[in-house]
């Protein structure tokens, strides 16, 4: 229903902000460390919603680019996620370390998340990688085609890089100009991260 909203900070709380368009104050749930990014922004901000609508109550929540807010969907789609628990997962690890942890099976990194326990942080790492892997059957195969048998790390770091909602194109095409031939999954996901934030 809402795709996003462009305004300026009027209050910013610990887990929500309050965010006036065009006079009419929105409030909207965030991660505490994009709450962090935005709490003395004078300018109006761009920020991608979802609307959580329940029998009892409907609630905003946001992020600042539209891969979070993808990613954002992705976890709460996990059975026994809610909003709450997909939130903290985002304020507390970052694109990295959570792709990592997704191609790697690693789930330690998602116990360091306060709520998470080693069962739920399983759930989720095995639910978000085989749901990518069945939305993106005909892709999959068109990978095992283009990626080098040489390094079977570059499938693992895509599959995990679109959990966090970067296209299979964006991706291919970021990993074109960069020498990951030989590198792991943990630097080739790195090196295509540190390239997006050129984009």
């Known amino acids: ?16 902000a309050i965010i006036d368009v065009n006079d009419i104050g929105y409030e909207i749930y965030m991660p505490e460390n994009e709450l962090a990014q935005i709490e003395n922004k ?52 970052n694109k990295s370390d959570m792709c990592v942890a997704i191609a790697t099976d690693d789930v ?11 069962k739920m942080a399983q759930k989720i790492i095995f639910e978000l990688k085989d749901k990518i892997l069945k939305e993106e059957i005909d892709s999959v195969k068109k990978m095992n085609k283009i990626v080098p ?31 990951i031939e030989n590198d792991s999954v943990e630097d080739i996901i790195r090196k295509v991260l540190k390239e997006m934030q050129n984009i």
Do not use: C
């Open 1 to 16: 229903m809402y795709a996003y909203f462009k305004g300026k900070v009027e209050s910013i709380f610990t887990d929500k």
């Open 42 to 93: 004078k300018d109006d901000i761009k920020i991608y919603t979802y609307l959580q609508v329940r029998e009892d109550d409907m609630k905003l929540f946001g992020f600042l680019s539209y891969e979070n807010l993808s990613f954002f969907k992705k976890l709460i789609s996990v059975s026994g996620v809610g909003a709450k628990v997909a939130l903290s997962i985002i304020s507390n690890i």
């Open 108 to 118: 330690e990194t998602l116990r360091s998340v306060p709520g998470i326990g080693p």
């Open 149 to 179: 048998k040489s390094n079977p790390n570059i499938k693992e770091a895509i599959t995990a890089l679109q959990v966090l909602g970067y296209s299979e194109k964006v991706i291919k095409e970021v990993m074109d100009d960069l020498n």
